[in-house]
Structure formats: structure tokens, C-alpha cells
């Protein structure tokens, strides 16, 4: 009896550590972790910004999705030349650094839907960026990266749809036919705590790319 319990007690002590790894690998990096409160808007429309959210992906630590009916989209695309600010908001006391890099994908388009290509992502190197004032960022303009077409990948990728896998097989490049690309701007925020704690994340930036 003694010899049961003891192995039902380490059965129950494995399946509760199995949990407890379980929550940790796929809890996200929130604000309340420490991480500061980030932000995206154009030029001099403050109420447009579009917030972080601290959602830990495969490459980044927090993201912001637009869609067209997004305030910050619209007032960017009919502005084209209004720039963007990126602000972050640290504890007082706390140094904060900015680097940007561009992202640029491949996208297959139908006369109005489209489905980007996963994996296709090809990124540029890291710059830094200039302070507007504290803890405010301007950002620069995404500059597309060479994408080649790995086309037995593109296939892979999109193997469970044979529609958008035929319009990929004949783009003639990628952007040509129905393939185009996308580029967007991806940051890491480095800050650093009054106490010399240093924390670094990834903020990915999605912009629509389709109708």
C-alpha cells in the first residue's frame, strides 16, 4: 500500500510540473511583467495610436495588426508624408533605445483576397532610431528587402489550397502575376530600469496588405 501511494505521489507531483511548464512556455511577455506601455501614431494625431500588444510569437515579443479601418491607417495613407512616432512609456527613471528593421513577405493576390506566404519573411539589418523627444521615436520608412522565390517552399506552404499554390507556380517573380510583397517595420525596444535591469523585446508591425 505504502509503495502505491508513493508512486501516485510522484505521478501527481510529474503531471503538476508538467502543467507548471506547460503555462510557462506559452505565457506571453505582458505589460505587467515589466514590460513598458508602446505605441504607434502619425505625426501631431496622438489619438490615433495603435497600442502593443505583448503577445510572445515565434519572432517577436508583441505586435500591432492594423486593419484598413483603422484610424492610423487611414490618416497614413491619405498622408502619405506625415511620419510615424513610436512612444514608449517606461517606469521614471528608466533609458529606453530603438532600433528598426523592415520585414518584407510574399503575398498572392486574386483581384481582391490574397493570403500571405509563411516563411517567406526576409529582414533587413537593425539601425537606430532618433529620439523626438523622451521616450518618442520617429520612425523611418520600411525599405523592401530581396525576396527570392523558393518555390518548392511556396508550394509547401501553400499545399492545402491548390488555388492560391497554382497562382504562386506562375508568378513569373515576386512581384509579378499574382505575387507581390509587403514590407513592414519591426523594432527592438532595449530599456534600461533605474536599478540597471535590462530588457529587450520585439515588436512586429502588421499593415494590411490586401483589399
Known amino acids: 500500500m505504502e509503495t502505491t501511494t508513493r508512486k501516485r505521489s510522484a505521478v501527481t507531483r510529474l503531471l503538476l510540473w508538467c502543467v507548471f511548464l506547460s503555462a510557462l512556455a506559452g505565457r ?6 515589466g514590460m513598458p506601455s508602446v505605441s504607434l501614431h502619425p505625426v501631431g494625431h496622438p489619438q490615433l495610436a495603435a497600442a502593443v500588444v505583448w503577445n510572445r510569437g515565434e519572432d517577436h515579443d508583441g505586435l500591432i495588426r492594423l486593419d484598413r479601418e483603422s484610424g492610423l491607417f487611414e490618416a497614413a495613407a491619405t498622408d ?21 528593421r523592415s520585414v518584407t513577405y510574399l503575398n498572392v493576390g486574386d483581384e ?13 539589418a537593425w539601425s537606430p532610431l532618433d529620439a523626438a ?7 523611418r520608412e520600411p525599405v523592401t528587402q530581396p525576396l527570392a522565390m523558393r518555390r518548392a517552399h ?35 525596444i532595449t530599456f534600461t530600469a533605474p536599478t540597471g535591469t535590462v530588457r529587450r523585446a520585439i515588436v512586429r508591425v502588421f499593415f494590411p496588405n490586401g483589399c
Open 133 to 139: 523627444a523622451h521616450g518618442v521615436f520617429r520612425v
Open 154 to 188: 511556396i508550394a509547401k506552404a501553400l499545399a492545402d489550397d491548390a488555388r492560391w499554390r497554382d497562382l504562386a507556380a506562375a508568378c513569373p517573380g515576386p512581384d509579378a502575376g499574382a505575387c507581390y510583397t509587403v514590407t513592414d517595420p519591426e523594432f527592438e
Open 80 to 100: 502619405g508624408s506625415s511620419p510615424l512616432l513610436l512612444h514608449v512609456r517606461a517606469q521614471p527613471g528608466a533609458r529606453v533605445a530603438v532600433r528598426q
Open 112 to 124: 481582391g483576397p490574397h493570403v500571405d506566404v509563411p516563411g517567406t519573411e526576409q529582414r533587413g
Open 28 to 33: 506571453g511577455v505582458q505589460a505587467g511583467d
